[in-house]
């Protein structure tokens, strides 16, 4: 489906991200969700906004995926009686994002389906929203009750396994509800939240370029995809035009990103499944990264390298024939492991079949980002959207039918292996030129998305400037909020065991959903 396909009056926004906005009101609101799922687009996020000191209400906005285009839509509502049509019904991922929406701002869902708070964990009354913009970002309350009600299932021989939030080791926290008979799944229930920093609060008293630092920080494993989503939406509202040879470097660094992602998760996946042998080995390989990127950028994890304008650093010689000559390392170091792990028996019988999410199930509920690819579905902004360099790269989309952990394990393979060659060729044809331009503050009311696809699946981030070059609102959207859900299904019918190594296939964000 086209943006022109659904014939409503919608404005081109500028920036990178090729993008139409619209307002429209409730019926229409309800409606453009029908018609979008129809069409076979997909909906990215969903946020709202306190208008009321502009004397405009609150309003909510959903960003949907077309054909050829990002469709962001608009539905204000009058401050007396905030309510909106919800989208879940079209769009089963909107639940949680509405639940977060009715708890950060009090904007309620006219039929709801699940009425449960999200976010609020007893931290703050009932009847307080915190990103309320009467709420000032230092308040403090006192705690209250929490009464969370999970859903039960009964039945002879069914029973709980209540596993977290505080797990071992280091992860974040997450709690996770299992009804099991024997050691067979018969339900999980996640409740997330318990991280929820206030970042959206934050954001209201920074300015626009130290936006970009915090947006770098909501996910620390996708600081380079969120901060080059922030700096896109910030460059869009400001009118800025990066330089090319700052958008090949960022390319660059956010290629680097993705493979030590996929280096640790690959380590991880093969240790929780008994061969801690290549954890160590992964481990090796993605430390060696590391120091490359950080005798590159000055940061382990490139933090802080792309900014707005531009990036904080360019690539000399000496720079670019050490990250050459690592990319050249890793390669047949990668090759021989898959190798190993393909032809490890007892480690394929682990993972294949296991935490299976079949393509139909994956395209209904939404399933995006590599695990997405690993149920076939051909999500890949480098490839249906791709804005520089992407657009003259030819990405090689890797996709995978079986939609079990085997699969997301090959995806991760595949995409490493992309990513390198794709790093070489970056370095070979990086254009001359400033590696930053000005980017001056936008003015107040500016707004600009930012859109990229980063090792997980796409962030996105919509910004709106405010008074003084500060921010006004932002909202950074993680590909977790898509796929918590589909977590619940792949463990379904499996063991108890294999959760561990079937949410470490997926390795989603808790940070990037508590915000």
Not at 32 to 60: H, I, N, S, T
Not at 129 to 153: C, G, I, M, N, Q
Not at 307 to 318: M, N, Q
Request: charged share 25%; hydrophobic share 45%.
């Amino acid at each position: 489906m086209l943006v022109a396909d659904l014939r409503l009056d919608a404005r081109p926004v500028p920036g990178e991200v090729r993008a139409y906005a619209v307002d429209v009101g409730a019926i229409a609101w309800r409606d453009c969700a029908r018609r979008v799922r129809e069409g076979g687009g997909r909906l990215v996020a969903l946020w709202g906004a306190d208008r009321r000191d502009l004397a405009e209400g609150f309003e909510v906005r959903a960003a949907y995926e077309l054909s050829d285009a990002l469709l962001c839509v608009r539905h204000a509502m009058p401050a007396e009686s905030p309510r909106y049509p919800g989208l879940d019904a079209w769009f089963p991922a909107a639940a949680r994002m509405q639940r977060s929406v009715r708890d950060l701002l009090g904007i309620a869902v006219l039929d709801a389906q699940d009425s449960r708070p999200w976010l609020r964990h007893g931290a703050w009354p009932e009847d307080v929203h915190p990103l309320r913009r009467d709420v000032l970002p230092h308040s403090a309350f006192e705690p209250h009750a929490d009464r969370y009600p999970f859903v039960t299932v009964t039945g002879e021989g069914v029973h709980e396994i209540p596993v977290g939030p505080v797990h071992a080791g280091t992860i974040e926290p997450g709690h996770f509800r299992f009804s099991v008979l024997g050691e067979r799944v018969l339900r999980l229930e996640e409740r997330l939240g318990y991280k929820h920093k206030g970042i959206e609060k934050r954001f209201e008293s920074l300015t626009l370029a130290e936006g970009a630092r915090l947006c770098g920080r909501v996910s620390g494993d996708s600081t380079v995809a969120y901060t080059w989503a922030y700096c896109m939406a910030l460059e869009a509202a400001a009118g800025c035009t990066v330089p090319a040879r700052a958008a090949w470097l960022r390319a660059l660094a956010l290629e680097l990103e993705r493979i030590a992602n996929h280096l640790g998760d690959l380590g991880f996946i093969g240790n929780d499944a008994g061969v801690a042998f290549g954890l160590a080995q992964f481990s090796r390989l993605k430390e060696d990264l590391l120091r490359a990127n950080a005798a590159w950028t000055g940061h382990r994890y490139l933090m802080d390298f792309v900014v707005p304008g531009g990036v904080a650093r360019d690539l000399d010689p000496a720079g670019r024939g050490l990250l050459l000559r690592q990319l050249d390392l890793l390669e047949p170091e990668l090759a021989r492991l898959r190798e190993i792990y393909g032809e490890h028996a007892g480690l394929q019988d682990r993972l294949q079949g296991t935490g299976r999410v079949p393509p139909r199930t994956a395209d209904e509920l939404g399933l995006i980002g590599l695990a997405g690819r690993a149920s076939a579905q051909p999500h890949d902004l480098r490839v249906r959207h791709a804005g520089a360099p992407y657009d003259t790269l030819r990405v090689n989309l890797v996709l995978r039918q079986e939609g079990d952990v085997a699969a997301r394990t090959a995806v991760r393979f595949d995409e490493a292996l992309e990513s390198l060659r794709l790093g070489r060729t970056l370095m070979e044809r990086l254009p001359e030129g400033p590696v930053a331009a000005e980017c001056g503050d936008a003015p107040a009311g500016a707004t600009g998305v930012g859109w990229v696809e980063g090792w997980r699946g796409e962030v996105f981030v919509f910004l709106e400037c405010g008074d003084n070059g500060k921010v006004r609102a932002c909202h950074p959207h993680d590909p977790s909020w898509q796929n918590w859900p589909l977590l619940e299904l792949a463990v379904l019918g499996n063991i108890v065991p294999d959760f561990p190594l079937i949410n470490k296939s997926f390795n989603l964000s808790y940070a990037g959903v508590d915000l």
